[in-house]
């Protein structure tokens, strides 16, 4: 029952999408959409690459249609061959196009007739920008290499030819071989007691979009935290992997109270090495972790909220296409502050809500005033061209945050949950979820917001005035200690901060962030030993703060620059010690070592960074 409601979900979906084409994919999914693929690859780490096929099952809707046009980036091709009427398969002749830095190379299969099933035979390259290639020294044990993906926006296609865009959406299986003493697990049904032996074999039965598509091959161990959740890290991070991740089954609860039920069988998380580039990915059935959020004592499990919450915002319900990333990302926000709420309670929930909104008010001053809508009305383009990536989470999740308050919770919640249900399984544009908006929510309570002022919180810069701030009373009475701490008329000893939770200390160093004195950062260090702190969240605003104050934390910034990868910290970071004269040469040369440690994606952020300089 649950596979025939999928499969009509997703054909239902096809016409009302064949007219939003992607811009950043090169697929024709007007005439033909894949609805199955199936990977057969071998992990080859002493060349860096994957190599075997891809078998995709074709769905044709333009029966006039003879050729397949699959997204690729890096990949070499060696042949192609297409399933005939009777059942055997032949060659099919195929080109790529010239390569576009952005989008990689279309790849064409010419087709005599309309086929069920194409295979192509290829192999990665080393430099895919999807996967990274650690070696062995860059793991937690020094004994084996180690290698994962991260394929969100565009690049599944670096590491497998597919219709690259969340306009499409499949359901996948594989088999890939790996070395011996190492585990393969995949965004898809994992077996906890697999050994590999013939290959380590997936499934994902739920459609998922392409960049949704994960891979992780390493020494990498399995703790159950839950009745059907599960980490994974490697051996020496388990334990301590397995305690922070103590409330998932809670979380599950939680969401699942507010959204109905959870419709991807188990939530698995695996903690990646250090230089995972961001704080979390999505991946369904296993959501791939920095290390950074394990602090020791839960401070930082909203970040687990945050990958939970997609399985109904972004991975139930897509962006069509990254031109409305606000669905996935706003959304979501918005979500994981519910979870948090009903968990930790509504203190916890108002604090961390003030702490995003003040770093959503503080970021607008660095970005042009044509990036802060939540979406342009232009053509269709990338989700980066018009807009901040990082503004939506919190923009979007404002606008919700404003609908909810003034149609009160039993409204709102029926109405959000109905988003979800009725959208399943489906990807979706913003005038999708506006005539949704209207519909069952607007047109019967019109006073909750009118066209003008929605259109301003889509379309228009900044954030409405008629938005309301959050404001907690802890983070209140924080801020008089800070504004008499940055005057000099508290002493730092005196400062209340050994009662302090997470969000507090991160509220407290964004708003010192320079205004105070290298002194003052040193006292800070001194008392509250915020250059050793275990929580890397407070550490990175702790060693930005320093930096801009003159303070010299170089010791601390070494160690924390030569173990962290994620571009939040690490970018913010280098350009910091760029714009102090005295810490440009010493960060030129900090970087010279720590760029190997990094991924791709953000090697090419602080590349960046340092050519401007």
């Given at each position: 029952m649950i596979k025939k409601t999928i499969s009509a979900l997703v054909l239902s979906a096809c016409l009302s999408l064949a007219a939003h084409a992607d811009p950043l994919s090169y697929a024709r999914y007007d005439q033909v959409r894949t609805t199955d693929l199936y990977l057969d690859l071998k992990a080859d780490f002493s060349h860096k690459i994957l190599s075997g096929y891809a078998e995709l099952t074709l769905n044709w809707i333009d029966k006039n249609a003879r050729t397949l046009v699959l997204d690729t980036n890096e990949l070499n091709i060696a042949k192609v061959q297409v399933l005939n009427a009777a059942g055997r398969w032949s060659a099919a002749s195929f080109m790529l196009d010239k390569l576009d830095v952005e989008k990689g190379r279309a790849l064409r299969i010419a087709l005599p007739f309309q086929p069920q099933k194409v295979r192509i035979y290829y192999r990665t390259a080393p430099s895919a920008t999807a996967l990274q290639w650690l070696n062995p020294e860059q793991t937690m044990s020094g004994k084996r290499p180690f290698m994962f993906s991260q394929s969100e926006t565009?690049?599944?296609r670096s590491w497998a030819p597919v219709q690259d865009t969340p306009a499409v959406r499949f359901t996948y299986s594989a088999r890939v071989e790996a070395p011996a003493g190492m585990r393969v697990v995949m965004s898809a049904e994992n077996d906890q007691q697999a050994t590999g032996a013939g290959g380590w074999k997936f499934k994902m039965a739920q459609p998922i979009?392409?960049?949704?598509?994960?891979?992780?091959?390493?020494?990498?161990?399995?703790?159950?935290?839950?009745?059907?959740?599960?980490?994974y890290a490697e051996p020496q991070r388990i334990e301590a992997a397995a305690a922070e991740m103590a409330d998932t089954e809670k979380m599950i609860a939680a969401a699942e109270g507010l959204y109905g039920p959870y419709r991807w069988d188990r939530y698995d998380m695996i903690v990646l090495p250090p230089s995972f580039p961001i704080g979390g990915m999505e991946n369904p059935r296993m959501t791939f972790l920095t290390p950074t959020m394990i602090a020791g004592d839960k401070s930082l499990v909203d970040l687990i909220a945050?990958?939970?919450?997609?399985?109904?915002?972004?991975?139930l319900v897509t962006n069509a296409s990254w031109k409305h990333f606000w669905l996935n990302e706003g959304f979501t926000t918005y979500v994981t502050t519910r979870i948090v709420e009903k968990l930790y309670g509504e203190e916890v929930a108002e604090m961390n809500l003030q702490v995003e909104q003040e770093e959503a008010m503080a970021s607008l001053a660095s970005i042009p005033l044509a990036k802060q809508a939540l979406l342009t009305r232009d053509a269709d383009t990338s989700a980066d061209s018009y807009t901040d990536q990082s503004l939506v989470y919190p923009k979007g999740a404002w606008l919700l945050r404003t609908l909810e308050q003034r149609a009160g919770r039993d409204v709102f919640d029926p109405f959000l949950r109905g988003w979800f249900d009725q959208h399943a399984f489906q990807s979706a544009t913003t005038q999708e979820f506006v005539d949704y908006l209207k519909k069952n929510l607007l047109d019967a309570h019109p006073e909750i917001m009118s066209?003008?002022?929605?259109?301003?919180?889509?379309?228009?810069?900044?954030?409405?005035?008629?938005?309301?701030?959050?404001?907690?009373?802890?983070?209140?009475?924080?801020?008089?200690?800070?504004?008499?701490?940055?005057?000099?008329?508290?002493?730092?000893?005196?400062?209340?901060?050994?009662?302090?939770?997470?969000?507090?200390?991160?509220?407290?160093?964004?708003?010192?962030?320079?205004?105070?004195?290298?002194?003052q950062m040193q006292q800070l260090d001194q008392t509250f030993g915020l250059?050793?702190?275990?929580?890397?969240?407070?550490?990175?605003?702790?060693?930005?703060?320093?930096v801009k104050a003159g303070y010299n934390?170089?010791?601390?910034?070494?160690?924390?620059?030569?173990?962290?990868?994620?571009?939040?910290f690490?970018?913010?970071?280098?350009?910091?010690?760029l714009k102090s004269p005295n810490e440009k040469d010493w960060a030129r040369a900090l970087y010279a070592k720590a760029r190997s440690h990094y991924h791709p994606v953000t090697q090419a952020s602080v590349d960046k960074a340092f050519k401007q300089k």
């Open positions: 565009i690049n599944a979009p392409s960049y949704l598509l994960a891979i992780a091959i390493g020494e990498i161990d399995v703790r159950n935290v839950g009745p059907r959740s599960a980490v945050h990958e939970l919450a997609h399985s109904w915002s972004g991975n066209q003008s002022e929605l259109d301003e919180w889509l379309y228009g810069p900044g954030i409405p005035a008629t938005a309301k701030h959050a404001a907690s009373p802890r983070l209140a009475a924080l801020d008089a200690q800070r504004d008499a701490w940055l005057k000099g008329e508290l002493p730092t000893a005196e400062l209340p901060a050994k009662h302090w939770i997470a969000l507090e200390w991160m509220h407290f160093l964004n708003d010192i962030d320079g205004k105070a004195s290298a002194l250059g050793k702190t275990g929580n890397n969240e407070i550490a990175y605003r702790f060693l930005l703060s320093s934390v170089r010791e601390p910034l070494n160690k924390f620059l030569m173990s962290v990868g994620r571009q939040k690490v970018v913010p970071l280098y350009a910091a010690l």
